[in-house]
Structures are given as structure tokens and as C-alpha cells.
Nanobody, 127 residues
Framework: QVQLVESGGGTVQAGGSLRLSCAAS????????MGWFRQAPGKEREFVAG????????DYADSVKGRFTISRDNARNTVYLQMNSLKPDDTAVYYC????????????????????WGQGTQVTVSS
């Protein structure tokens, strides 16, 4: 069992930055691929960024490439999402997710492949 707790959300003006953190319980965190997803009101949950359990591979949604950076610290059981140049369209509830993976370099982008989810943290970007 893995429990995920997100933090770092809030309200920021367009062009600003936020850093989300996701703390994971469990000793096998380093063997989970991790991802960040978001869900805006009336929309489906969408992939934002993912990182392999080795930390060597990352991938991003086109809408956030060049602005967001995902990283992980396996010693601290934590994954981060640095969000810069925020736009009003980034407003959503952001979720952290963990997926069992046999591949150290795999980045997982589909919701159905994730095994554990956090409770979400609200990010609001004002214009």
C-alpha cells in the first residue's frame, strides 16, 4: 500500500510560479513511476508530467512543456512539480499518482495504469 499526500497548491497571478510536492509512504517508492495529473471543472483528468522510477526519463503534456519540471528525490520519497509561467488555463486540481513499474526508464501517461492517487491540491491562476 502506498499513500500519497500533495502540498504546495494555492492561488497565484498569471506569470507566477508554484512548486507542488507529493510525499509518499512505503519503502518501495523508488520502484514506482510517478506522475502528475490535473482536472479542471467539467473536464476529464489529464496527464501533466511523468517520471520514471530511475528518475532518468521524463515526459510532459504539450501544454506545459518548457514551463513545468517534474523531479523526484527517492531518498525523501518525494516527487515535485515546479510550475513556472503559470497561465489561467493551468487552473485545476492537481493529483499525484504512483504506478508499479518493472521498467526503470518507463514514463507512464495513462490514468488507468496508475495504482495509487493522492487527494489533490488546488491550483488557481488569476489573470
Amino acid at each position: 500500500q502506498v499513500q500519497l499526500v500533495e502540498s504546495g497548491g494555492g492561488t497565484v497571478q498569471a506569470g507566477g510560479s508554484l512548486r507542488l510536492s507529493c510525499a509518499a509512504s512505503g519503502r518501495t517508492f523508488s520502484r514506482f513511476a510517478m506522475g502528475w495529473f490535473r482536472q479542471a471543472p467539467g473536464k476529464e483528468r489529464e496527464f501533466v508530467a511523468g517520471i520514471s522510477w530511475s528518475g532518468g526519463n521524463t515526459d510532459y503534456a504539450d501544454s506545459v512543456k518548457g514551463r513545468f519540471t517534474i523531479s523526484r528525490d527517492n531518498a525523501r520519497n518525494t516527487v515535485y512539480l515546479q510550475m513556472n509561467s503559470l497561465k489561467p488555463d493551468d487552473t485545476a486540481v492537481y493529483y499525484c499518482a504512483a504506478a508499479r513499474s518493472l521498467q526503470p526508464i518507463a514514463v507512464i501517461k495513462t490514468t488507468r495504469q496508475y495504482d495509487y492517487w493522492g487527494q489533490g491540491t488546488q491550483v488557481t491562476v488569476s489573470s
